[in-house]
T-cell receptor, first 115, second 114 residues
Framework: AQSVTQLGSHVSVSEGALVLLRCNYS??????LFWYVQYPNQGLQLLLK??????LVKGINGFEAEFKKSETSFHLTKPSAHMSDAAEYFC?????????????FGAGTRLAVHP | DAGITQSPRHKVTETGTPVTLRCHQT?????MYWYRQDPGHGLRLIHY???????DKGEVSDGYSVSRSKTEDFLLTLESATSSQTSVYFC?????????????FGPGTRLLVL
């Protein structure tokens, strides 16, 4: 069964520092991969996704992620954290199975940004 | 904004009572989903629908039922609410072609079962 592991339920960085949120997946077929962000008391917003093609994917708000098949990873990065990046981030994976995509979510990583 | 609304946004109920949550979309998408979000678990799929009157179970479907009589509405019912169903419930829709469907989420319903 597919699974997603997000290393670190809480990550704290200083404003202006590099943000690195880790995501590893297990999948028996080449997956599609997603990062979502959730701000307090809101729904999930798509940050970026990988389906096929270029393995470095750029998303909104300066975030990007790199698909590394050999490492089964899809880590999320941002060169310089901003206070507004404080939120919870979810990695999700789906093997395309034709007809619908069943998203498997990680447990989430809460990012805190301090001055 | 994928045109998804959820109602109610907040609800407090008592153990043993039935509860129905509504998800409404305005863009005629075929696939709709219900998830629950709990700390340490991320989001888990409860039920999904692939068309009017076509539904199937997800990972955590026990104690829940769904109905979809119109394309735009997907209802989630807790037949007899329990405290373990206290959670935040999210509806989602799939957008895009079959090759790379992306799910977009509604604002959520916060349910407290006393």
């Amino acid at each position: 069964a597919q699974s997603v592991t997000q290393l670190g339920s809480h990550v704290s960085v200083s404003e202006g520092a590099l943000v690195l949120l880790r995501c590893n997946y297990s999948s028996s077929v080449p997956p599609y991969l997603f990062w979502y962000v959730q701000y307090p008391n809101q729904g999930l917003q798509l940050l970026l996704k990988y389906t096929t093609g270029a393995t470095l994917v750029k998303g909104i708000n300066g975030f990007e992620a790199e698909f590394k098949k050999s490492e089964t990873s899809f880590h999320l990065t941002k060169p310089s954290a901003h206070m507004s990046d404080a939120a919870e981030y979810f990695c999700a994976v789906t093997p395309f199975s034709g007809g619908y995509n069943k998203l498997i979510f990680g447990a989430g990583t809460r990012l805190a940004v301090h001055p | 904004d994928a045109g998804i609304t959820q109602s109610p946004r907040h609800k407090v109920t008592e153990t043993g009572t039935p509860v129905t949550l509504r998800c409404h979309q305005t863009e005629n998408h075929r696939y709709m989903y219900w998830y629950r979000q709990d700390p340490g678990h991320g989001l888990r799929l409860i039920h999904y629908s692939y068309g009017v009157k076509d539904t199937d179970k997800g990972e955590v479907s026990d104690g829940y039922s769904v109905s979809r009589s119109k394309t735009e509405d997907f209802l989630l019912t807790l037949e007899s609410a329990t405290s373990s169903q206290t959670s935040v419930y999210f509806c989602a829709i799939s957008v895009g072609g079959l090759a790379a469907e992306t799910q977009y989420f509604g604002p959520g319903t916060r349910l407290l079962v006393l």
